[in-house]
């Protein structure tokens, strides 16, 4: 069983009365996630009002961005110039009521109420036609880490202009951005650059790209600078009161600038590669242009499936040129369209700690087949599916995953007195099935199919898996299907998922199946379809059965050689936890070793679910162990097998079938089988198996022969498949025999 969360803390912009600040914060880092962390509106009736920009410029769609940062009241007083709107010493701040209003940079200039504050120096000259300022507060809470080759997160990220039309300067000589810095470990914002045992060095690239499909061409470079080669590159510190944020200002060697074409799209690359400690991250743009960044986070090129693309905002920097900034006449990038269009009435959309459950079908599957009930509240039609998930490699680390991944998508049919899925109404595989498609934007997904006709309040199944073949590197990897939020955060849940193993033929069994009780892992998996859901009715398993007249250990049942019946789903815990794992519910056996030997005690072939056995060679409640195994049959979540060793004749040993943890029970059957093949030769009816024939042989014989409702399986005295009348004779002939049988 696999649980994982995923998190970034949120960078949170706090401001005092007349006073700004920004709290440093630990900023979570994923290997191969794009780092992107928000600042959400607050509302409060003191709020730091951004500039208002002239009517002329605001129809241009320059500011978007209108929103109200929290003030925790009341706050100190304001603290004069020095500090107070987060500028260098010498700026002002204009104060409103009990607030200071700390406003937006637009074209380098601080706006304030009709009153400005000192233009920041980009080191050339700067207005609205060749600028994407940056956008303060914020650069620090809405960056996009920056770096590449040779940092190990591999992060680049690139944003699209265009040039202005007709004549001009088209040579760009001179660039100035905006960014922040980041330890990867313990990871505030700094506005100083690195020092003392984690040495870094600013090493700039600015590299300008032809557009194709709207998307940043890493195959048509039409020039990169680097710093301290062709480029040299300023850099300004503004700190004050732990928010960060630095100007840097590159200019291009005498002969080496980048002459680009008039009213056409290119897209602008800065990265800082590092020493893979430190990460930098492109800060924020406050003019909004298409609100589109384009992050590549393993350096195969950009794509619209990859984090941080749509609405991850424009990047701040300025060039010495002329650009046509609103890129009229036709943007140079759109958003991709939206992974998820449906709205999230529509299904259970993910938890806010994204936890997930492996759902993978293959020969060599690592884990589970998952599924979820769902419902409509009205008939109609269903084509797609979005949802929610993440990858995990064999050794632990969490890879990109494949860009177009061939999930397998499978919906079933729910007709049988069960509540378990039966009929497969529609199965395919993305990119191989016909009508079977699949598209992906960082963590989130789509898979369209043919429409598939649903009726109002009958139960249906999902089953999303990913295919894996170790011996494939594609699909070396494991897919976590992500969870859904819990109810109330999402009404469609109703707290339960279905599994099988992922190694299992089409037409495999399904169970039901639990995360557990922690409110951060329900047990919904994430979906949302095209058509409107409701709560699903179906889907729930039926009340356990009582438990078993084994469930106490003073209690346990006599195991045999072969195979026997076990049922966990009404048992309750008893006893200590084993030394592999912890146990939930559990049943008890008893196990008398015929002949000397090594006895293994198997769960593979009749048991699917995530089963941990134990044995113990004292009585209850089982103290000195002698055995135990979790997920010993090659399944993670799987069933378990494991071999006792050095038995002696007669001896007899506790036997444990337990759950792992509180998943869910199941009723199967385990086998024991000795080593080297069956006991020795000797007395045929020496039932018992300890030298002596007696009559004791003959009252076990009988026990076995007339248990009910069935008889034990050893009751086959003559072997032949069939306990009946016959076994009674011919063990009788034995048992009455004189002279005495061979060998007794």
């Given at each position: 069983?696999?649980?994982?969360?995923?998190?970034?803390?949120?960078?949170?912009?706090?401001?005092?009365?007349?006073?700004?600040?920004?709290?440093?914060?630990?900023?979570?880092?994923?290997?191969?996630?794009?780092?992107?962390?928000?600042?959400?509106?607050?509302?409060?009736?003191?709020?730091?009002?951004?500039?208002?920009?002239?009517?002329?410029?605001?129809?241009?769609?320059?500011?978007?961005?209108?929103?109200?940062?929290?003030?925790?009241?009341?706050?100190?007083?304001?603290?004069?110039?020095?500090?107070?709107?987060?500028?260098?010493?010498?700026?002002?701040?204009?104060?409103?009521?009990?607030?200071?209003?700390?406003?937006?940079?637009?074209?380098?200039?601080?706006?304030?109420?009709?009153?400005?504050?000192?233009?920041?120096?980009?080191?050339?000259?700067?207005?609205?036609?060749?600028?994407?300022?940056?956008?303060?507060?914020?650069?620090?809470?809405?960056?996009?880490?920056?770096?590449?080759?040779?940092?190990?997160?591999?992060?680049?990220?690139?944003?699209?202009?265009?040039?202005?039309?007709?004549?001009?300067?088209?040579?760009?000589?001179?660039?100035?951005?905006?960014?922040?810095?980041?330890?990867?470990?313990?990871?505030?914002?700094?506005?100083?650059?690195?020092?003392?045992?984690?040495?870094?060095?600013?090493?700039?690239?600015?590299?300008?790209?032809?557009?194709?499909?709207?998307?940043?061409?890493?195959?048509?470079?039409?020039?990169?600078?680097?710093?301290?080669?062709?480029?040299?590159?300023?850099?300004?510190?503004?700190?004050?009161?732990?928010?960060?944020?630095?100007?840097?200002?590159?200019?291009?060697?005498?002969?080496?600038?980048?002459?680009?074409?008039?009213?056409?799209?290119?897209?602008?690359?800065?990265?800082?590669?590092?020493?893979?400690?430190?990460?930098?991250?492109?800060?924020?743009?406050?003019?909004?242009?298409?609100?589109?960044?384009?992050?590549?986070?393993?350096?195969?090129?950009?794509?619209?499936?990859?984090?941080?693309?749509?609405?991850?905002?424009?990047?701040?920097?300025?060039?010495?040129?002329?650009?046509?900034?609103?890129?009229?006449?036709?943007?140079?990038?759109?958003?991709?369209?939206?992974?998820?269009?449906?709205?999230?009435?529509?299904?259970?959309?993910?938890?806010?700690?994204?936890?997930?459950?492996?759902?993978?079908?293959?020969?060599?599957?690592?884990?589970?087949?998952?599924?979820?009930?769902?419902?409509?509240?009205?008939?109609?039609?269903?084509?797609?599916?979005?949802?929610?998930?993440?990858?995990?490699?064999?050794?632990?680390?969490?890879?990109?995953?494949?860009?177009?991944?061939?999930?397998?998508?499978?919906?079933?049919?729910?007709?049988?007195?069960?509540?378990?899925?039966?009929?497969?109404?529609?199965d395919g595989t993305c990119g191989t099935t016909a009508?079977?498609?699949?598209?992906?934007?960082?963590?989130?997904?789509?898979?369209?199919?043919?429409?598939?006709?649903?009726?109002?309040?009958?139960?249906?199944?999902?089953?999303?898996?990913?295919?894996?073949?170790?011996?494939?590197?594609?699909?070396?990897?494991?897919?976590?299907?992500?969870?859904?939020?819990?109810?109330?955060?999402?009404?469609?849940?109703?707290?339960?998922?279905?599994?099988?193993?992922?190694?299992?033929?089409p037409g495999g069994t399904y169970n039901f199946f639990?995360?557990?009780?922690?409110?951060?892992?329900?047990?919904?998996?994430?979906?949302?379809?095209?058509?409107?859901?409701?709560?699903?009715?179906?889907?729930?398993?039926?009340?356990?059965?009582?438990?078993?007249?084994?469930?106490?250990?003073?209690?346990?049942?006599?195991?045999?050689?072969?195979?026997?019946?076990?049922?966990?789903?009404?048992?309750?815990?008893?006893?200590?936890?084993?030394?592999?794992?912890?146990?939930?519910?559990?049943?008890?056996?008893?196990?008398?070793?015929?002949?000397?030997?090594?006895?293994?005690?198997?769960?593979?072939?009749?048991?699917?679910?995530?089963?941990?056995?134990?044995?113990?060679?004292?009585?209850?409640?089982?103290?000195?162990?002698?055995?135990?195994?979790?997920?010993?049959?090659?399944?993670?979540?799987?069933?378990?097998?494991?071999?006792?060793?050095?038995?002696?004749?007669?001896?007899?040993?506790?036997?444990?079938?337990?759950?792992?943890?509180?998943?869910?029970?199941?009723?199967?059957?385990?086998?024991?089988?000795?080593?080297?093949?069956?006991?020795?030769?000797?007395?045929?009816?020496?039932?018992?198996?300890?030298?002596?024939?007696?009559?004791?042989?003959?009252?076990?014989?009988?026990?076995?022969?007339?248990?009910?409702?069935?008889?034990?399986?050893?009751?086959?005295?003559?072997?032949?498949?069939?306990?009946?009348?016959?076994?009674?004779?011919?063990?009788?002939?034995?048992?009455?025999?004189?002279?005495?049988?061979?060998?007794?």
């Amino acid at each position: 069983m696999f649980r994982t969360c995923i998190s970034i803390r949120t960078l949170q912009i706090a401001v005092l009365a007349g006073v700004c600040f920004a709290g440093t914060t630990a900023f979570a880092q994923s290997k191969g996630k794009g780092l992107v962390s928000k600042l959400r509106p607050t509302t409060t009736k003191q709020v730091v009002q951004k500039a208002k920009l002239p009517a002329s410029t605001l129809a241009q769609g320059a500011y978007a961005d209108d929103v109200a940062y929290p003030i925790p009241g009341p706050g100190p007083a304001p603290r004069g110039v020095q500090g107070a709107c987060l500028l260098p010493a010498g700026a002002g701040c204009i104060i409103v009521g009990t607030a200071a209003e700390c406003t937006g940079v637009f074209f380098g200039t601080y706006m304030g109420a009709g009153s400005a504050c000192p233009v920041v120096d980009c080191g050339f000259a700067i207005s609205q036609t060749n600028c994407q300022d940056y956008q303060y507060p914020r650069v620090g809470g809405t960056s996009l880490a920056s770096m590449g080759t040779p940092n190990t997160s591999l992060f680049r990220v690139a944003d699209s202009f265009k040039t202005g039309n007709g004549a001009g300067n088209y040579n760009v000589t001179e660039v100035c951005w905006w960014g922040v810095y980041s330890q990867r470990v313990g990871a505030a914002f700094s506005c100083a650059l690195p020092s003392g045992d984690q040495p870094f060095t600013d090493r700039f690239f600015v590299r300008i790209m032809a557009m194709t499909g709207q998307l940043p061409d890493v195959t048509q470079v039409v020039g990169e600078r680097e710093e301290g080669l062709n480029m040299t590159v300023t850099r300004r510190p503004v700190c004050a009161n732990n928010l960060a944020f630095n100007e840097y200002h590159g200019t291009f060697a005498t002969g080496q600038g980048i002459q680009l074409q008039p009213g056409t799209c290119y897209a602008l690359e800065i990265r800082n590669p590092n020493n893979n400690v430190v990460n930098w991250f492109w800060g924020h743009a406050g003019v909004v242009v298409d609100n589109i960044s384009w992050q590549d986070t393993t350096e195969n090129g950009y794509s619209t499936t990859e984090v941080g693309t749509a609405g991850a905002g424009d990047r701040a920097w300025c060039m010495n040129i002329n650009l046509n900034i609103f890129q009229t006449g036709g943007a140079c990038s759109t958003p991709p369209p939206p992974i998820c269009a449906s709205p999230d009435a529509n299904g259970q959309v993910r938890a806010g700690i994204n936890g997930g459950g492996f759902s993978n079908t293959g020969a060599t599957a690592v884990g589970l087949q998952l599924g979820d009930s769902f419902q409509f509240s009205s008939s109609g039609n269903i084509d797609n599916v979005c949802f929610w998930g993440f990858w995990v490699a064999p050794d632990g680390t969490q890879p990109p995953g494949p860009d177009v991944p061939d999930f397998q998508l499978t919906i079933y049919d729910s007709n049988g007195t069960d509540a378990l899925p039966n009929t497969v109404l529609r199965d395919g595989t993305c990119g191989t099935t016909a009508g079977f498609t699949s598209r992906r934007q960082g963590a989130n997904y789509n898979i369209a199919f043919p429409a598939l006709a649903v009726d109002a309040g009958h139960c249906y199944y999902v089953s999303i898996a990913f295919p894996q073949n170790n011996a494939d590197p594609a699909h070396a990897f494991r897919f976590a299907w992500g969870l859904a939020a819990e109810a109330p955060a999402n009404a469609m849940s109703n707290a339960q998922c279905i599994s099988r193993a992922g190694t299992s033929a089409p037409g495999g069994t399904y169970n039901f199946f639990t995360f557990g009780t922690d409110p951060a892992f329900p047990s919904n998996m994430s979906w949302v379809f095209n058509l409107q859901a409701v709560t699903p009715s179906c889907g729930l398993p039926p009340p356990p059965p009582p438990p078993p007249a084994n469930d106490p250990c003073g209690s346990a049942a006599v195991a045999v050689l072969g195979n026997n019946p076990f049922d966990t789903r009404g048992a309750t815990q008893d006893g200590f936890d084993p030394s592999c794992g912890p146990t939930g519910k559990d049943a008890w056996f008893t196990f008398r070793a015929p002949c000397a030997g090594d006895y293994t005690i198997s769960f593979c072939a009749g048991a699917i679910l995530d089963v941990l056995a134990s044995a113990y060679s004292d009585g209850c409640p089982g103290t000195i162990e002698i055995g135990c195994d979790d997920d010993g049959c090659g399944v993670v979540g799987g069933p378990s097998i494991f071999t006792v060793a050095g038995l002696a004749q007669n001896q007899q040993i506790l036997i444990r079938v337990s759950t792992f943890a509180d998943s869910a029970g199941e009723a199967g059957t385990f086998n024991i089988s000795r080593a080297g093949g069956p006991c020795p030769s000797g007395c045929a009816c020496d039932f018992n198996h300890n030298g002596t024939l007696n009559s004791q042989d003959f009252f076990d014989f009988l026990t076995a022969f007339l248990t009910t409702p069935l008889p034990l399986p050893t009751a086959d005295y003559n072997g032949d498949g069939v306990i009946n009348s016959q076994d009674y004779f011919d063990f009788l002939l034995c048992f009455l025999a004189s002279p005495p049988a061979p060998g007794c």
